[in-house]
């Protein structure tokens, strides 16, 4: 199933376009796509190319992170690295498809659905994360069952050690930016990026911040509200609002960088572009 995945992949990015994918979602790392699996419909999320040392590594944090989320009582989807060729290897962490998301949940819940999602989700990112064990809280992360929430979004590890420092080896979220910008993204903006998800406010800073993106606007006040019952110093809409507009602007910037790169890549060097971009993204 996954080298027909990759196959399909490939010939998309060589510029064969009678391939279509299913896309359900681009990432910072990966790109995640829909695939038949043998027990049902499957998100396989491709990630960047690793060696044989490399892929050994992200298996273990991977299988490490999904432990300490558990033992944290958040629920991850089940996940498996599965990989493709031979090194570099192209890894999919393959996960069961959701029926349903909380996204989509939100989006037609009365009041009362609402308030008791947003109180679920302060719950958990005040519970979970502290400066060992970090979370991508936005509400397009997490899938629904039941009562319960599942969290999708595994394939980055946000796990420090001791020192502060990243487990995961972080070259790979700067892998697809252009080469001459690698340097300088690692010095200076990595570590302030990878910060914010270590720390309770700023992780429900940015959820409140991303309604905006995903017109959730409903959600704002109640999730504020769950927030700073727990939380000082308060978050207020106007800072969510100024928050999402610098977020914004700086994952366009580095989207607009990557696609310089890949025409340059395409047109100049003649090369395969490796990474599958998103089109425009309405912010
Ligand atoms: N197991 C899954 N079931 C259903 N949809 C999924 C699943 N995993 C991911 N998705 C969809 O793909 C999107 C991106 O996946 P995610 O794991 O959050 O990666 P990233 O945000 O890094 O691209 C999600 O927001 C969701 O819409
Ligand atoms: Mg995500």
Known sequence: MLERLEADAEASLSGNTGIALDVL???????????????????AKRLPAMTGEQLSEYKEILARYLDDLRARGIRPVDSEVFSVGSDPYTPYCVQPLLP??????????????????????????????????????????????????????????????????????????????????????????????????????????????NLVKERLFQVMEPLLRATNQVLSPPITTDEAMRYYRTDARMWELLQRLRQADRWWQKTARHRVYPFLLPGEIER
């Open 100 to 209: 349903l998301l909380l996204v989509d949940e939100l989006r037609t819940a009365d009041r009362e659905t609402v308030d008791y999602r947003v109180e679920q989700l302060v719950g958990i990112v005040v519970g979970a994360v502290d400066g060992w064990l970090g979370l991508d809280g936005q509400i397009s992360n997490w899938g629904v069952d039941g009562d319960e929430l599942l969290y999708v979004d595994v394939t980055t590890p946000l796990l420090r050690d001791a020192s502060g420092k990243d487990q995961l080896d972080t070259d790979l979220f700067i892998a697809s930016l252009p080469w001459a910008l690698q340097g300088s993204v690692r010095r200076f903006l990595l570590d302030e990026i990878l910060s914010h998800y270590y720390d309770p406010r700023a992780v429900l800073l940015d959820m409140a911040g």
């Open 25 to 43: 979602g681009y990432g910072e790392i990966s790109t995640v796509l829909r695939a038949e699996g043998l027990d049902g419909p499957v998100a």
